[in-house]
């Protein structure tokens, strides 16, 4: 029998995202925050690319950005409600590490595969934090996926991208129990 580790499966098992307008303050320090993030780094990561990056985005950043999603919302014609949202996450948060996909050229990983490393990256970041007692919530939006912000929000280069913002925080209320995929009706059994 391979050696087990329940309180990590049952962590898994039982992990529930926090949506990001009930996190408060106190947010992790910096040294609380590195951690957390050598914990997302240790994700796949085919070829030893390191596909991805972080920004942690902090204090009056997270205004900065919040003035920017209303300005780029309002030039690309976006309606009121998606404009409000995308600021939002902002307006309200006081922490998020985005996580940046950086696709490298390579001859044996291709692009799809940087990309799922850099998924995988939010997932454990999200995860960690989970685990590290904050409340965490994996969020994009149309401001991840418009060049405009991405460039001038974040500095990104053209090979660059938001793969998603990890909002981290102090949890104010569980929510409760959503419906999960009925396992065996998603799982098929090859044997032969």
Not at 13 to 31: E, F, G, I, Q
Not at 54 to 77: K, N, Q, S, T
């Amino acid at each position: 029998m391979p050696d087990r580790n329940p309180a990590a499966l049952s962590f898994l098992l039982n992990r529930r995202s926090r949506p990001a307008k009930t996190l408060s303050l106190p947010v992790p320090t910096r040294d609380q925050l590195m951690p957390i993030l050598a914990a997302a780094a240790r994700s796949p990561d085919h070829g030893k690319l390191e596909p991805w990056r972080f920004i942690v985005i902090e204090g009056a950043a997270m205004a900065r950005l919040a003035d920017l999603a209303g300005a780029r919302g309002a030039a690309l014609g976006k309606p009121g409600e998606e404009i409000a949202k995308a600021r939002s996450q902002f307006d309200q948060g006081h922490l998020a590490v985005a996580v940046i996909e950086v696709q490298k050229p390579s001859d044996k990983i291709p692009a799809i595969e940087q990309s799922y490393s850099a998924g995988a990256v939010c997932l454990a970041l999200l995860n960690a934090a989970l685990a590290s007692g904050w409340g965490a919530n994996w969020l994009t939006g149309w401001v991840a996926h418009d060049p405009g912000f991405c460039r001038e929000g974040l500095g990104l280069a053209e090979n660059e991208h938001i793969a998603g913002f990890i909002h981290i925080g102090t949890e104010t209320s569980a929510p409760p129990e959503r419906p999960r995929p009925d396992i065996a009706a998603i799982t098929s059994w090859l044997d032969a």
